[in-house]
């Protein structure tokens, strides 16, 4: 066996399957999408993905400290300017070192390309989010039975009543929806729809009663998009807006308007939710 060869095979293979696995996770849904809809791909699902990325990275890293270890003399060969003398500075060195810097100082300050990168990535997540549904909140999938209906203004007998009359089979109310899905075969958002339906009587949900905390999946809605789901008046959310300092259009996604007025999407959630509960008690006028 011949250890430089082994070292450097061993770097070449983790190094592609790293590229693969960070192709995946660029790709894949985010996190509350991914686990809600039960996302796979090949076979594995995001946090399997995620552990293969990690593992296989160490090992690259583990392999590349090894390769520099066995060709030193030429690493420090490219070190070394026309007189033979080792200089860390030389001019390949100074090229390379700003071209990670543009890489990193881009990055970190959103600037193009690097930035274009990232929001490319977003898209790709968000259209995600569209075809396979937003939980009601964050890791809805982990809650009991009896904490998802109460989250989403369920009657939980009634939920109890659906999911048995649909075939379900679960323990009792403190099970976990991603437990009652694994079980059956099916995934957290099916259980939803299945007991969906038994939603209570009078429930403002969608009639201008906002959630008391973003909802998962908000700041890549436009703000007609969110009025329409809360039974808000668009018109008159920009109206209020503008009376705040905000300035916004309907086809804006909440995410570029809390940018463009140099703000948090919080912040921008808290004014909608402002503009909610005063047009509900007729306080607004414009």
């Not at 809809?37 to 590349?64: C, F, M, P, V, Y």
């Not at 990232?118 to 396979?132: H, L, N, Q």
Request: proline share 5%; aromatic share 10%; glycine share 8%.
């Amino acid at each position: 066996m011949n250890i430089r060869r082994v070292t450097s095979l061993t770097l070449l293979i983790s190094f592609v399957l790293c590229i693969i696995t960070s192709v995946v996770l660029y790709i894949a849904p985010h996190g509350r999408v991914a686990f809600w809809s039960n996302w796979h791909l090949w076979g594995l699902d995001k946090t399997q993905w995620g552990e293969l990325h990690l593992n296989l990275g160490i090992l690259l890293l583990l392999a590349g400290l090894l390769h520099i270890y066995y060709n030193w003399r030429p690493i420090t060969a490219y070190l070394k300017d026309r007189a033979q003398q080792i200089r860390v500075f030389t001019t390949d060195f100074n090229i390379a070192l700003l071209l990670s810097l543009i890489v990193g100082v881009g990055t970190y300050f959103h600037i193009p390309p690097m930035s274009t990168i990232v929001e490319f990535g977003e898209s790709i997540k968000d259209s995600a989010a569209s075809v396979y549904g937003e939980p009601p909140y964050g890791h809805a999938e982990l809650s009991s039975l009896k904490t998802f209906a109460d989250r989403v203004h369920l009657d939980l007998s009634r939920s109890m009543e659906l999911l048995r009359q649909a075939g379900i089979d679960f323990r009792d109310y403190r099970q976990t929806i991603s437990d009652i899905a694994k079980n059956n075969g099916i995934t957290p958002k099916q259980v939803y729809e299945i007991i969906g339906p038994a939603r209570k009587r009078g429930d403002s949900e969608g009639h201008g009663l906002l959630p008391a905390v973003p909802p998962p999946g908000f700041g890549r809605k436009t703000l007609g998009e969110m009025c329409a789901e809360y039974g808000l008046d668009t018109s008159s959310t920009i109206v209020f807006l503008a009376h705040k300092g905000v300035k916004a259009m309907a086809d804006q996604r909440i995410k570029a308007i809390a940018k463009g007025n140099k703000m948090a999407p919080e912040d921008l959630f808290a004014l909608i939710s402002e503009f909610a509960r005063r047009d509900m008690d007729g306080s607004f006028h414009h």
